[in-house]
């Protein structure tokens, strides 16, 4: 007989794991740069103010809770894409572009891998070292029997090790799924010119390989939306069928509503209707129907032209404050002779700055300063203000002069 307590015993680790240390310390010294949530300066959760407005909208209008449709609130899926492509109406129409409501980009990313794997018969993913620590875990839940690592990061530069990344997807097999940051790469910062992003799409496209875009950060790497959808609409250009996989946490500080939009494009739309019917079985067999409350208040924003408008404006204020904590940052740990070049902090673009330090060194900061990380090094940019930059400058000079 089967017992629970044969269960193979794990430890919790990653994200998780820090974040249970950082509630469990006691120090009024603590600092929490561990998860990509925009804050106040007094470090509280920041929530914007036109999001709240939008949801007052929302309860007041609900007259019924009741079920969404497996793949959600069209209303919202279709403003999602726009956002990501444009003008979409004719294609809309067509049948060659539409969306999937998930629950965050997590569940877009999880759906987009079931029906690859399930309907397309994929069982290769390639994605870029480093990534989100989920990723692999994600298309490994999923049935893809094949993960590999694509360079993306050259350690000793500190840059984009574009060669390497070239080379892998050049021996990629065919019909491999590649996972693609369109911008703001988590952790690393580090964004492909326009330049290395068509010599990109040009090798998937002789390779035949399947884009699947992940954008969790858009807006918030050139301070722009729609330059930050350039490497998504060229490839749309380029005529590749792709999925994306489209967050709303950050863009809207959303977190706990878990907001996404997966974005299916074709060349023709003659079988969408069959292509549905097998998202909805999927998403039936896992969560049967996603929320309402959040995407509902976001599409509320997306196609009110007043409250789109607020949104944008206070949203792009929110990004270049994230931009000047950069600066200040740097500022802070270049003045006091930090060892080291810290250009890196500037040049990188988004909500993290990947530090490079050491695990062992990352720990010291926990233990002796009590500024937490994850392992990688990545800190988010807005855990940071104007109160604990000089700080966490002063801790990462010391961690790095005691040679850990």
């Not at 999602?80 to 539409?98: H, N, R, V, Y």
């Not at 990061?153 to 892998?168: A, H, M, S, V």
């Not at 959303?254 to 939009?261: I, S």
Request: glycine letters at 8%.
């Amino acid at each position: 007989m089967v017992q629970f307590n044969n269960v193979p015993l794990v430890q919790q680790g990653g994200y998780i794991a820090v974040n249970t240390a950082f509630q469990n310390d006691i120090s009024p010294l603590k600092i929490d740069l561990i998860y990509g949530t925009f804050r106040s300066e007094d470090g509280s959760p920041y929530l914007l103010p036109v999001v709240k407005k939008a949801e007052q909208m929302i309860v007041n209008d609900i007259s019924s809770h009741n079920y969404l449709s497996p793949t959600g609130i069209e209303g919202f899926t279709k403003s999602a894409s726009k956002l990501l492509l444009g003008d979409i109406e004719k294609q809309w129409k067509d049948g060659t572009i539409f969306g999937v409501q998930c629950i965050g980009g997590t569940g877009a990313i999880k759906i987009g891998a079931e029906f690859l794997s399930r309907h397309m018969n994929c069982t290769t993913v390639y994605y870029p070292d480093p990534t989100w620590e989920m990723h692999g875990t994600v298309f490994s839940f999923s049935g893809f029997s094949n993960k590999f690592k694509y360079r993306y990061l050259n350690k000793e530069t500190k840059l984009i090790d574009f060669e390497g990344f070239c080379e892998d997807m050049s021996n990629a097999p065919i019909d491999s799924v590649v996972i693609l940051h369109a911008c703001g790469h988590n952790p690393t910062g580090l964004d492909l010119t326009k330049e290395q992003w068509r010599t990109v799409s040009e090798i998937m496209k002789e390779r035949k390989l399947i884009p699947f875009f992940d954008i969790a950060y858009q807006g918030m790497a050139s301070g722009d939306i729609e330059e930050d959808a350039w490497a998504i609409r060229h490839f749309y250009n380029e005529g590749f069928e792709f999925l994306c996989a489209q967050s709303f946490s950050k863009m809207f500080t959303m977190y706990n509503e878990r907001v996404g939009n997966l974005m299916v494009v074709l060349k023709s739309g003659c079988n969408i209707d069959s292509l549905k019917i097998h998202f909805e079985k999927i998403i039936r067999s896992l969560y049967s129907s996603p929320s309402n409350h959040g995407a509902r208040t976001v599409f509320k924003i997306l196609s009110d032209p007043e409250l789109y408008d607020e949104w944008l404006s206070s949203f792009t204020a929110m990004i270049f404050q994230a931009m000047d904590l950069r600066k200040a940052f740097r500022k802070a740990i270049e003045e006091i002779g930090t060892p080291g070049k810290w250009n890196h902090i500037t040049d990188q673009k988004g909500m993290f700055i990947l530090l490079h330090l050491t695990k062992s060194q990352v720990e010291y900061m926990r233990n002796f300063h009590h500024v937490y990380m994850v392992d990688s090094g990545r800190i988010n940019v807005t855990g940071l203000n104007f109160k604990n930059i000089s700080y966490v400058a002063k801790a990462i000079n010391d961690t790095l002069r005691k040679n850990i």
